[in-house]
Protein backbone atom coordinates (compact mmCIF):
# COMPACT_ATOMS: atom_id res chain seq x y z
CA UNK A 1 0.00 0.00 0.00
CA UNK A 2 2.79 2.66 0.90
CA UNK A 3 4.03 2.19 -3.07
CA UNK A 4 0.38 3.03 -4.15
CA UNK A 5 0.59 6.21 -2.06
CA UNK A 6 3.68 7.30 -3.82
CA UNK A 7 1.78 6.61 -6.95
CA UNK A 8 -0.73 8.70 -6.58
CA UNK A 9 1.26 11.30 -4.79
CA UNK A 10 3.81 11.70 -7.69
CA UNK A 11 1.27 11.58 -10.01
CA UNK A 12 -0.84 14.36 -8.16
CA UNK A 13 2.55 16.21 -7.45
CA UNK A 14 3.93 16.46 -11.51
CA UNK A 15 0.01 16.78 -12.56
CA UNK A 16 -0.40 20.11 -10.08
CA UNK A 17 2.89 21.70 -11.25
CA UNK A 18 2.11 20.48 -14.79
CA UNK A 19 -1.40 21.87 -14.73
CA UNK A 20 -0.38 25.36 -13.22
CA UNK A 21 2.72 26.18 -15.47
CA UNK A 22 0.29 25.21 -18.27
CA UNK A 23 -2.02 27.95 -17.40
CA UNK A 24 0.72 30.61 -16.95
CA UNK A 25 1.73 29.49 -20.86
CA UNK A 26 -1.75 29.23 -22.39
CA UNK A 27 -4.10 31.40 -20.57
CA UNK A 28 -2.59 34.48 -21.66
CA UNK A 29 -2.62 33.01 -25.49
CA UNK A 30 -5.79 32.09 -25.47
CA UNK A 31 -6.89 35.78 -24.12
CA UNK A 32 -4.69 37.40 -27.00
CA UNK A 33 -6.65 35.13 -29.66
CA UNK A 34 -9.66 35.90 -28.19
CA UNK A 35 -10.62 32.65 -27.11
CA UNK A 36 -13.63 33.91 -24.73
CA UNK A 37 -16.61 32.46 -23.45
CA UNK A 38 -19.84 33.46 -25.04
CA UNK A 39 -22.72 33.73 -21.85
CA UNK A 40 -25.79 32.28 -22.81
CA UNK A 41 -28.25 35.13 -22.92
CA UNK A 42 -31.12 33.24 -20.91
CA UNK A 43 -28.37 32.59 -18.21
CA UNK A 44 -28.46 35.05 -14.67
CA UNK A 45 -27.90 38.21 -16.02
CA UNK A 46 -25.28 38.64 -13.28
CA UNK A 47 -22.65 35.83 -15.74
CA UNK A 48 -22.78 38.58 -18.35
CA UNK A 49 -19.72 40.05 -17.10
CA UNK A 50 -18.05 36.93 -17.47
CA UNK A 51 -18.46 37.41 -21.36
CA UNK A 52 -14.92 37.39 -22.69
CA UNK A 53 -13.31 35.11 -20.39
CA UNK A 54 -10.91 32.73 -21.76
CA UNK A 55 -12.37 29.47 -22.53
CA UNK A 56 -11.52 25.81 -23.11
CA UNK A 57 -8.69 25.98 -20.41
CA UNK A 58 -9.24 22.50 -20.35
CA UNK A 59 -6.27 21.67 -22.46
CA UNK A 60 -4.19 23.17 -19.40
CA UNK A 61 -5.15 19.82 -17.28
CA UNK A 62 -5.39 17.74 -20.24
CA UNK A 63 -2.12 18.42 -21.35
CA UNK A 64 -1.02 17.64 -17.82
CA UNK A 65 -2.51 14.51 -16.98
CA UNK A 66 -1.42 13.01 -20.83
CA UNK A 67 2.14 13.64 -20.39
CA UNK A 68 2.39 12.61 -16.69
CA UNK A 69 0.63 9.31 -17.15
CA UNK A 70 2.62 9.11 -20.53
CA UNK A 71 5.72 9.43 -18.04
CA UNK A 72 4.10 6.74 -16.04
CA UNK A 73 3.56 4.09 -19.20
CA UNK A 74 6.86 4.56 -20.18
CA UNK A 75 8.20 3.74 -16.65
CA UNK A 76 5.95 0.59 -16.41
CA UNK A 77 7.48 -0.71 -20.06
CA UNK A 78 10.67 -0.41 -18.85
CA UNK A 79 9.26 -2.92 -15.49
CA UNK A 80 7.33 -5.11 -17.98
CA UNK A 81 4.61 -4.39 -15.96
CA UNK A 82 2.48 -2.31 -19.33
CA UNK A 83 -0.48 -4.73 -18.80
CA UNK A 84 -1.59 -2.79 -15.27
CA UNK A 85 -1.62 -0.19 -17.11
CA UNK A 86 -4.39 -1.54 -19.69
CA UNK A 87 -7.45 0.21 -18.17
CA UNK A 88 -5.70 3.84 -17.29
CA UNK A 89 -4.98 3.58 -21.60
CA UNK A 90 -8.17 2.77 -22.37
CA UNK A 91 -9.98 5.16 -20.22
CA UNK A 92 -7.53 8.11 -21.34
CA UNK A 93 -8.74 7.21 -25.13
CA UNK A 94 -12.23 7.68 -23.73
CA UNK A 95 -11.73 10.92 -21.82
CA UNK A 96 -9.77 12.31 -24.83
CA UNK A 97 -12.37 11.24 -27.53
CA UNK A 98 -14.79 13.08 -25.33
CA UNK A 99 -12.32 15.96 -25.13
CA UNK A 100 -12.27 16.28 -28.86
CA UNK A 101 -15.53 16.05 -28.90
CA UNK A 102 -15.84 19.12 -26.53
CA UNK A 103 -12.91 20.87 -28.31
CA UNK A 104 -14.64 21.13 -31.87
CA UNK A 105 -18.24 21.93 -29.44
CA UNK A 106 -16.36 25.02 -28.21
CA UNK A 107 -14.94 25.84 -31.15
CA UNK A 108 -18.33 25.92 -33.12
CA UNK A 109 -19.18 28.39 -30.67
CA UNK A 110 -16.48 30.28 -30.96
CA UNK A 111 -16.86 30.38 -35.00
CA UNK A 112 -20.36 31.09 -34.62
CA UNK A 113 -19.92 34.15 -31.70
CA UNK A 114 -23.05 31.82 -29.64
CA UNK A 115 -22.97 29.67 -26.97
CA UNK A 116 -24.12 27.19 -29.19
CA UNK A 117 -22.19 24.96 -30.87
CA UNK A 118 -22.70 21.20 -32.55
CA UNK A 119 -26.14 20.16 -32.83
CA UNK A 120 -27.38 17.99 -29.73
CA UNK A 121 -27.79 15.03 -32.21
CA UNK A 122 -24.19 15.60 -33.75
CA UNK A 123 -22.76 15.38 -30.09
CA UNK A 124 -25.10 12.73 -28.83
CA UNK A 125 -23.97 10.23 -31.87
CA UNK A 126 -20.65 10.74 -31.23
CA UNK A 127 -20.52 10.71 -27.82
CA UNK A 128 -22.32 6.83 -28.63
CA UNK A 129 -19.51 6.04 -31.13
CA UNK A 130 -16.52 6.77 -28.22
CA UNK A 131 -18.68 4.60 -25.41
CA UNK A 132 -19.11 1.92 -27.85
CA UNK A 133 -15.78 1.85 -28.44
CA UNK A 134 -14.42 2.01 -25.13
CA UNK A 135 -17.13 -0.84 -24.10
CA UNK A 136 -15.93 -2.74 -26.67
CA UNK A 137 -12.39 -2.65 -26.06
CA UNK A 138 -12.49 -3.28 -22.49
CA UNK A 139 -13.96 -5.89 -23.17
CA UNK A 140 -11.56 -7.22 -25.46
CA UNK A 141 -8.70 -6.96 -23.23
CA UNK A 142 -10.65 -8.48 -20.11
CA UNK A 143 -11.52 -5.48 -18.14
CA UNK A 144 -15.44 -5.89 -18.34
CA UNK A 145 -17.66 -8.68 -17.83
CA UNK A 146 -21.81 -8.62 -17.53
CA UNK A 147 -22.08 -8.84 -14.09
CA UNK A 148 -23.38 -6.14 -12.41
CA UNK A 149 -22.85 -5.60 -8.22
CA UNK A 150 -25.49 -4.29 -6.55
CA UNK A 151 -24.11 -1.94 -4.01
CA UNK A 152 -24.17 -2.61 -0.21
CA UNK A 153 -24.74 -6.14 -0.86
CA UNK A 154 -22.76 -9.05 -2.11
CA UNK A 155 -25.15 -9.61 -4.59
CA UNK A 156 -24.27 -9.55 -8.29
CA UNK A 157 -26.71 -9.49 -11.60
CA UNK A 158 -25.69 -10.41 -15.14
CA UNK A 159 -27.27 -8.54 -17.41
CA UNK A 160 -25.86 -10.29 -20.54
CA UNK A 161 -25.98 -8.43 -23.47
CA UNK A 162 -28.00 -5.90 -21.91
CA UNK A 163 -24.77 -4.77 -19.72
CA UNK A 164 -23.41 -2.92 -22.60
CA UNK A 165 -26.60 -0.88 -22.88
CA UNK A 166 -26.82 -0.06 -19.50
CA UNK A 167 -22.78 1.01 -19.71
CA UNK A 168 -23.31 3.27 -22.99
CA UNK A 169 -26.24 4.74 -21.07
CA UNK A 170 -24.00 5.50 -17.95
CA UNK A 171 -21.07 6.63 -19.75
CA UNK A 172 -23.00 9.23 -22.03
CA UNK A 173 -25.41 10.16 -19.26
CA UNK A 174 -22.74 11.19 -16.98
CA UNK A 175 -20.40 12.51 -19.53
CA UNK A 176 -23.34 15.59 -20.30
CA UNK A 177 -24.19 15.82 -16.56
CA UNK A 178 -20.67 17.06 -15.94
CA UNK A 179 -20.65 18.96 -18.50
CA UNK A 180 -23.65 20.51 -17.61
CA UNK A 181 -22.15 20.94 -14.03
CA UNK A 182 -19.61 23.63 -15.50
CA UNK A 183 -21.36 26.59 -15.06
CA UNK A 184 -20.01 28.00 -12.06
CA UNK A 185 -16.99 29.48 -11.20
CA UNK A 186 -15.09 26.22 -9.81
CA UNK A 187 -18.15 24.32 -9.43
CA UNK A 188 -16.80 21.31 -12.14
CA UNK A 189 -13.34 21.16 -10.55
CA UNK A 190 -14.37 20.91 -7.33
CA UNK A 191 -16.70 18.06 -6.87
CA UNK A 192 -14.65 16.19 -9.37
CA UNK A 193 -11.61 16.59 -7.42
CA UNK A 194 -13.31 15.21 -4.23
CA UNK A 195 -14.60 12.37 -6.75
CA UNK A 196 -11.21 11.41 -7.36
CA UNK A 197 -9.78 11.54 -3.99
CA UNK A 198 -12.55 8.97 -3.03
CA UNK A 199 -11.69 6.86 -6.39
CA UNK A 200 -7.58 7.16 -5.23
CA UNK A 201 -8.19 5.91 -1.97
CA UNK A 202 -10.54 3.29 -3.38
CA UNK A 203 -7.33 2.17 -5.96
CA UNK A 204 -4.82 2.64 -3.32
CA UNK A 205 -6.79 0.55 -0.65
CA UNK A 206 -7.19 -2.30 -3.34
CA UNK A 207 -3.41 -2.07 -4.85
CA UNK A 208 -5.50 -0.85 -8.27
CA UNK A 209 -2.30 0.77 -10.65
CA UNK A 210 -4.64 2.03 -12.93
CA UNK A 211 -7.19 3.37 -10.89
CA UNK A 212 -4.68 5.24 -8.16
CA UNK A 213 -2.94 7.00 -10.84
CA UNK A 214 -5.70 8.18 -12.78
CA UNK A 215 -6.89 9.53 -9.62
CA UNK A 216 -3.54 11.08 -8.20
CA UNK A 217 -3.39 13.25 -11.88
CA UNK A 218 -7.12 14.14 -11.45
CA UNK A 219 -6.46 15.49 -7.86
CA UNK A 220 -3.71 17.28 -9.08
CA UNK A 221 -4.99 18.48 -12.31
CA UNK A 222 -8.04 19.71 -10.63
CA UNK A 223 -5.99 21.40 -8.22
CA UNK A 224 -3.70 23.23 -10.62
CA UNK A 225 -6.75 24.31 -12.22
CA UNK A 226 -8.47 25.85 -9.52
CA UNK A 227 -6.30 28.56 -9.51
CA UNK A 228 -7.21 30.12 -12.66
CA UNK A 229 -10.44 28.76 -11.87
CA UNK A 230 -11.72 29.76 -8.78
CA UNK A 231 -14.21 32.73 -8.22
CA UNK A 232 -14.01 35.19 -10.46
CA UNK A 233 -12.60 32.72 -13.02
CA UNK A 234 -9.84 33.64 -14.61
CA UNK A 235 -10.27 30.78 -17.25
CA UNK A 236 -13.38 28.24 -17.96
CA UNK A 237 -12.21 24.96 -19.16
CA UNK A 238 -15.17 24.65 -21.71
CA UNK A 239 -16.31 21.79 -23.14
CA UNK A 240 -13.05 20.37 -23.94
CA UNK A 241 -12.48 20.34 -20.63
CA UNK A 242 -15.56 19.30 -19.07
CA UNK A 243 -16.66 16.30 -21.38
CA UNK A 244 -12.54 14.90 -21.05
CA UNK A 245 -13.55 15.12 -17.28
CA UNK A 246 -17.20 13.01 -17.88
CA UNK A 247 -15.03 10.71 -19.92
CA UNK A 248 -12.58 10.20 -16.92
CA UNK A 249 -15.38 9.60 -14.49
CA UNK A 250 -17.33 7.56 -16.30
CA UNK A 251 -13.84 5.31 -16.92
CA UNK A 252 -13.46 5.28 -12.96
CA UNK A 253 -16.27 3.32 -12.25
CA UNK A 254 -15.86 0.16 -15.03
CA UNK A 255 -12.04 0.59 -14.25
CA UNK A 256 -13.05 -1.66 -11.14
CA UNK A 257 -16.40 -2.74 -12.29
CA UNK A 258 -18.75 -0.89 -10.04
CA UNK A 259 -20.79 1.01 -12.49
CA UNK A 260 -23.79 1.47 -9.84
CA UNK A 261 -21.29 3.58 -7.54
CA UNK A 262 -21.37 6.53 -10.36
CA UNK A 263 -25.02 7.07 -8.77
CA UNK A 264 -23.66 7.91 -5.49
CA UNK A 265 -20.25 9.74 -5.88
CA UNK A 266 -22.00 11.44 -8.71
CA UNK A 267 -25.00 12.49 -7.61
CA UNK A 268 -24.32 15.99 -8.06
CA UNK A 269 -23.61 15.59 -11.67
CA UNK A 270 -26.61 13.89 -12.24
CA UNK A 271 -28.66 15.89 -10.09
CA UNK A 272 -27.79 18.45 -12.73
CA UNK A 273 -28.86 16.18 -15.31
CA UNK A 274 -32.26 15.44 -14.05
CA UNK A 275 -33.16 19.13 -12.79
CA UNK A 276 -32.87 19.92 -16.60
CA UNK A 277 -35.39 16.86 -17.57
CA UNK A 278 -37.61 18.01 -14.84
CA UNK A 279 -37.91 21.52 -15.91
CA UNK A 280 -37.96 20.93 -19.60
CA UNK A 281 -40.67 18.37 -18.90
CA UNK A 282 -42.80 20.18 -16.27
CA UNK A 283 -43.29 23.48 -18.67
CA UNK A 284 -43.77 21.22 -21.78
CA UNK A 285 -46.65 19.24 -20.04
CA UNK A 286 -47.67 21.97 -17.81
CA UNK A 287 -46.07 25.27 -18.48
CA UNK A 288 -44.69 25.27 -15.51
CA UNK A 289 -41.30 25.32 -13.79
CA UNK A 290 -39.81 23.50 -10.71
CA UNK A 291 -37.02 24.97 -10.34
CA UNK A 292 -36.66 29.18 -10.71
CA UNK A 293 -33.20 28.35 -12.97
CA UNK A 294 -31.88 25.15 -14.16
CA UNK A 295 -29.35 23.21 -14.21
CA UNK A 296 -30.35 23.41 -10.24
CA UNK A 297 -26.73 25.18 -9.18
CA UNK A 298 -28.21 28.22 -10.93
CA UNK A 299 -31.77 27.72 -8.73
CA UNK A 300 -29.50 27.94 -6.16
CA UNK A 301 -28.07 31.09 -7.41
CA UNK A 302 -31.19 32.34 -7.57
CA UNK A 303 -32.38 31.85 -4.79
CA UNK A 304 -29.68 34.68 -3.08
CA UNK A 305 -27.05 31.77 -2.76
CA UNK A 306 -23.22 32.97 -3.60
CA UNK A 307 -21.32 31.49 -6.50
CA UNK A 308 -18.55 30.38 -3.96
CA UNK A 309 -21.68 28.79 -1.41
CA UNK A 310 -23.14 26.52 -4.17
CA UNK A 311 -19.50 25.23 -4.40
CA UNK A 312 -19.01 24.57 -0.91
CA UNK A 313 -22.46 22.68 -0.35
CA UNK A 314 -22.15 20.97 -3.20
CA UNK A 315 -18.79 19.85 -2.69
CA UNK A 316 -19.35 18.92 1.08
CA UNK A 317 -22.84 16.95 -0.20
CA UNK A 318 -19.76 14.73 -2.55
CA UNK A 319 -17.57 14.44 -0.06
CA UNK A 320 -20.51 12.61 2.42
CA UNK A 321 -21.71 11.00 -0.32
CA UNK A 322 -18.39 9.18 -1.37
CA UNK A 323 -17.81 8.43 2.02
CA UNK A 324 -20.99 6.76 2.02
CA UNK A 325 -20.19 4.90 -1.15
CA UNK A 326 -16.91 2.88 0.57
CA UNK A 327 -19.81 0.85 2.21
CA UNK A 328 -21.11 0.59 -1.20
CA UNK A 329 -18.31 -1.18 -2.59
Not at 44 to 66: D, N, R
Not at 111 to 128: I, P, S
Not at 246 to 253: L, M, N, Q, R
Request: hydrophobic share 55%; aromatic share 12%.
Amino acid sequence: MKEQWILFGIAAGVCFLLTALLGRLIIPKLREKKVGQVIYNLGPAWHQSKAGTPTMGGVCFILAILLCLLGFGVYYLIRSEQSKLIPLALTLSLAVMNGMIGFVDDYCKLMKKQNQGLKAYQKAALQVIAALAYILLMQAFGNLDTLLHIPFTDRYVDLGILYYVFAMFIIVGVVNSVNLTDGIDGLASTVTLVVFCFFGFVGISYLHDSLTLLSGALVGGMIGFLIYNLHPAKVFMGDTGSLFLGGVVTGAVFVINEPMIVFIVGFVYIMESVSVILQVGSFKLRNKRIFKMAPIHHHFEKCGWSEAKVVLVFSTVTALLCALAWFAL
